[in-house]
């Protein structure tokens, strides 16, 4: 990469080339694979351009959209069998799974959105399609539901039949400058600290998915109750 060995010691930033066979060559098979291995899933999430980097007006869309093909590429060639988790790349990431719809609001309107979403991801050949389940960003104008025990718990009983269940949140960090969260804190999202009825129908909901996404694993006769 043009590096010499005083610019390594002096800790000289190496430049992200992605558009560049050297790096990328190295950049899987050196620093990421010294570090991950090959059981590993990637998770793409929305990648800003290099500083100065003006050559795609749309970078919005077709940056993440080359982060995804090149991801998923190493994964094919690793594993045989390439995916990976991303925000939209704009048309033609449907070829990379599994869709992310965002950085969802906790409120009921999102909840009642995201089935209409997934049928309409389903439209542009989306096999896998995820959401936020529970929300991610607190709500607004209203931090009790955020903390609304139901909407997590009807999030968790939609998710269970969804294409791919999957819960992402803030994790309680506050965000005082954003207008976006009001500077609340995330709701909790380990479902054992809920109390009845909610937590043990929350666990209900997520066990009832083992055993669709794994029949063999639960016989009728060893099913968990």
């Given at each position: 990469?043009g590096?010499s060995?005083?610019?390594?010691?002096?800790?000289?930033?190496?430049r992200?080339?992605?558009?560049?066979r050297?790096?990328?060559?190295?950049?899987f098979n050196t620093?990421l694979?010294?570090?991950a291995?090959?059981?590993?899933?990637?998770?793409?999430?929305?990648?800003?351009?290099?500083?100065?980097?003006?050559?795609?007006?749309l970078?919005r869309?077709n940056?993440?959209?080359?982060?995804?093909?090149?991801f998923?590429?190493?994964?094919?060639?690793?594993?045989?069998?390439?995916?990976?988790?991303?925000?939209?790349g704009?048309?033609?990431?449907?070829?990379?799974?599994?869709?992310h719809?965002?950085?969802?609001?906790?409120?009921?309107?999102?909840?009642?959105?995201q089935?209409?979403?997934?049928?309409?991801?389903?439209n542009?050949?989306?096999g896998y399609?995820?959401?936020?389940?529970?929300g991610?960003k607190?709500n607004?104008?209203n931090?009790?539901?955020?903390?609304?025990?139901?909407?997590?718990?009807r999030?968790l009983?939609?998710g269970?039949?969804?294409?791919t269940?999957?819960?992402?949140?803030?994790?309680?960090?506050?965000r005082?400058?954003?207008?976006?969260?009001?500077?609340?804190?995330?709701?909790?999202?380990?479902?054992?600290?809920?109390?009845?009825?909610?937590?043990?129908?929350?666990?209900?909901?997520?066990?009832l998915?083992?055993?669709?996404?794994?029949?063999?694993?639960?016989?009728?006769?060893?099913?968990?109750?």
């Amino acid at each position: 990469m043009g590096m010499s060995p005083a610019d390594i010691a002096a800790g000289k930033n190496i430049r992200i080339l992605v558009e560049n066979r050297t790096f990328n060559r190295e950049f899987f098979n050196t620093l990421l694979q010294d570090q991950a291995g090959d059981s590993v899933y990637w998770w793409i999430d929305l990648c800003m351009p290099p500083e100065g980097y003006t050559a795609l007006p749309l970078w919005r869309f077709n940056w993440p959209l080359w982060n995804l093909w090149m991801f998923y590429r190493d994964m094919e060639r690793r594993m045989g069998r390439g995916s990976n988790l991303a925000w939209f790349g704009g048309l033609g990431s449907q070829r990379y799974p599994m869709g992310h719809s965002g950085d969802v609001i906790m409120s009921w309107e999102s909840l009642q959105f995201q089935p209409r979403f997934t049928a309409t991801a389903a439209n542009l050949n989306f096999g896998y399609w995820s959401h936020d389940l529970g929300g991610h960003k607190p709500n607004p104008t209203n931090e009790s539901v955020s903390r609304d025990p139901e909407l997590y718990l009807r999030w968790l009983q939609w998710g269970t039949f969804a294409p791919t269940l999957r819960t992402h949140m803030e994790h309680g960090k506050t965000r005082p400058t954003a207008t976006a969260t009001g500077g609340q804190s995330g709701r909790t999202e380990n479902v054992w600290l809920y109390p009845e009825p909610f937590g043990p129908a929350m666990g209900d909901a997520l066990r009832l998915r083992s055993r669709l996404v794994h029949p063999l694993r639960f016989p009728r006769a060893n099913r968990p109750p």
